[in-house]
Nanobody, 122 residues
Framework: QVHLVESGGGLVQAGGSLRLSCAAS????????MGWFRQAPGKEREFTAF????????DYAYSVKGRFTISRDNAKNTVYLQMNDLKPEDTAVYYCAAGPSVSRNSRFYDYWGQGTQVTVSS
């Protein structure tokens, strides 16, 4: 079992920055992929970024590439999502997830956090 807790969301003006954190506990994560997904009101949950715990391979959705950076701290068992140049369309609940496959598809993630709200004002 893996327990994930997100933090760092909030209200920010367009052009601003936020850093989300996802603290993981439970079984070893060395073989897991850690993903960030987001869900805006009235929309489906969508892939944002992932990082493989062992090798640090990353991938980003086109809409956030160049603005968001995913990273991990092995010692702290924590994954981060640094979000820069935020836009109103980035407003969503952001979820951290863990799964055994390297994938953008949320179906391949077994464990999910409770989510953290990010609101970007124009």
């Amino acid at each position: 079992q893996v327990h994930l807790v997100e933090s760092g969301g909030g209200l920010v003006q367009a052009g601003g920055s936020l850093r989300l954190s996802c603290a993981a506990s439970g079984r070893t994560l060395s073989r897991y992929t850690m993903g960030w997904f987001r869900q805006a009101p009235g929309k489906e949950r969508e892939f944002t970024a992932f990082i493989t715990w062992n090798s640090g391979i990353t991938d980003y959705a086109y809409s956030v590439k160049g603005r968001f950076t995913i990273s991990r701290d092995n010692a702290k068992n924590t994954v981060y999502l640094q979000m820069n140049d935020l836009k109103p369309e980035d407003t969503a609940v952001y979820y951290c997830a863990a799964g055994p496959s390297v994938s953008r598809n949320s179906r391949f993630y077994d464990y999910w956090g409770q989510g953290t709200q990010v609101t970007v004002s124009s």
